[in-house]
């Protein structure tokens, strides 16, 4: 079982900036994949950003360029930092660890979610 808790959402002006952190306990070794998806209200939770263990990363094509996901894995934390944030980056965002079982199965663990509002 692998824990996962978001901090550093919030309120923020448009073309400002964010940071937003995950813990992962008790290692973040514990999972293959580390990411951050999005939720708005009626819509699918989306991938937004992915950090492998050897820190390649691959990004939804919207934030590539504002959004920069990085991982410190002495601290067992994964980071995302948000640049030049829009309205429409609102949303609640959730830490996803991913850890692969076999080449057709995974378990997916999940953080409590946290808010994210950008203001126009």
């Known amino acids: 079982q692998v824990r996962l808790v978001e901090s550093g959402g919030g309120l923020v002006q448009a073309g400002g900036s964010l940071r937003l952190s995950c813990g992962a306990s008790?290692?973040?070794?514990?999972?293959?994949?580390m990411g951050w998806y999005r939720q708005t209200p009626g819509k699918q939770r989306e991938l937004i950003a992915r950090?492998?263990?050897?820190?390649?990363?691959d990004y939804l094509d919207s934030v590539k360029g504002r959004f920069t996901i990085s991982r410190d894995n002495a601290k067992n934390m994964v980071h995302l930092q948000m640049n030049r944030l829009k309205p429409e980056d609102t949303a609640v965002y959730y830490c996803?660890?991913?850890?692969?079982?076999?080449?057709?199965?995974?378990?997916?663990?999940w953080g409590q979610g946290i808010r994210v509002t950008v203001s126009s």
């Open positions: 996803n660890g991913r850890r692969i079982v076999s080449s057709v199965s995974s378990r997916d663990y």
């Open positions: 008790p290692s973040i070794n514990a999972v293959d994949l």
């Open positions: 950090i492998g263990k050897g820190g390649d990363t």
